[in-house]
């Protein structure tokens, strides 16, 4: 996979946003490539939009990453569990529930665009991180606080990958499984 550019090429390979080798500043590519990760999330925004959601769009992932982060920290399998809900609530609807603290609250404060409702490959990840948050909580209720804390900091590191890239683990592996299958892969926004 190219990784090392300025500008990104059109082109996905399963799912991951490739970068191609031309001659333009690194923000311009920086940019494009995580622009081109929403659109592995599912995401189908012009340049503009992206622009104008990177803040609302990383808010539910942000906030969610230091209340796993305070979990870990604490070794605390009630906070950690209190995120499974919400996890499948956002895996298994539209909207994950901080979208509405966001859209109903901080969006106003800069100004900025309500958030769409979330793709299916994002849903995905949503849901597959809810199962991952039921077993580090499971773990530090049953006293296995190693095994927790370390499913806790891969989770907690994809999480953040997530937050500060728009590179979506998940929704990348996934997308590279649907093209093997030769399924489709889910682009549009949910309606």
């Known amino acids: 996979m190219e990784t090392r550019s300025t500008e990104v090429d059109g082109n996905r390979r399963g799912g991951v946003a490739l970068i191609s080798k031309t001659g333009r500043g690194t923000a311009i590519a920086r940019r494009g490539w995580m622009d081109a990760n929403l659109e592995v999330q599912g995401y189908c925004l012009s340049a503009e939009e992206s622009h104008a959601l990177r803040w609302g769009l990383r808010f539910p992932t942000a906030l969610c990453l230091a209340l796993a982060v305070t979990g870990l920290a604490l070794q605390s399998a009630v906070l950690i569990l209190a995120l499974v809900p919400i996890g499948a609530v956002a895996g298994w609807t539209r909207r994950h529930p901080f979208d509405l603290i966001w859209n109903r609250g901080l969006r106003r404060l800069g100004g900025g665009p309500e958030l769409p409702a979330n793709p299916t490959p994002r849903r995905h990840a949503f849901k597959l991180a809810t199962i991952w948050l039921l077993a580090v909580g499971l773990l530090f209720a049953l006293g296995q606080p190693s095994a927790a804390l370390i499913l806790g900091g891969v989770l907690v590191a994809v999480?953040?990958?997530?937050?500060?890239?728009?590179?979506?683990?998940?929704?990348?592996?996934?997308?590279?499984?649907?093209?093997?299958?030769?399924?489709?892969?889910?682009?549009?926004?949910?309606?």
Request: charged share 10%; aromatic share 10%.
């Open 159 to 191: 999480c953040a990958l997530v937050t500060t890239t728009n590179f979506c683990v998940p929704s990348t592996l996934l997308g590279i499984w649907w093209r093997r299958r030769g399924a489709a892969t889910p682009t549009a926004q949910p309606s």
